[in-house]
């Protein structure tokens, strides 16, 4: 059963290709749409050009972390798409998901 009724792509944000495959493959199968961006440049590349569903981002990359992407996709781009943080690190912080947060509410 299909149940993927989402209008844009799912962007997924990851350094560690084995990580983007997988979750690509695995949301590819459930029938939704996926793009993939390696590295938070890439990821605010795309965001800045197209439209999506939903975010999938890594906190911890080299270069700009999952964190900025977030800032650049609701402070910058002014978009309302909600954005999901990822890590393999037990230790986050509570930066991210208050951010996260208060930008689902406040927006």
């Known amino acids: 059963m299909n149940t993927a009724s989402v209008l844009n792509p799912i962007l997924i944000i990851d350094d560690e290709l084995p990580i983007l495959n997988l979750l690509s493959k695995s949301l ?3 029938g939704y749409t996926v ?3 390696e590295s938070g440049e890439k990821g605010i590349k795309k965001i800045a050009s197209n439209n999506y569903s939903l975010i999938l981002t890594d906190m911890k ?3 700009l ?3 900025q992407v977030l800032q ?3 402070q910058i781009q002014n978009k309302l798409t909600p ?6 690190t037990a230790i986050l912080g509570e ?3 208050h951010a ?8």
């Open 28 to 30: 590819t199968r459930n």
């Open 35 to 37: 793009d993939t961006a």
């Open 61 to 63: 990359m080299p270069g």
């Open 65 to 67: 972390s999952g964190e």
């Open 72 to 74: 650049y996709s609701k």
């Open 83 to 88: 954005v999901v943080g990822m890590s393999g």
């Open 95 to 97: 930066d991210f998901f």
């Open 100 to 107: 996260s947060v208060w930008f689902s509410i406040k927006r």
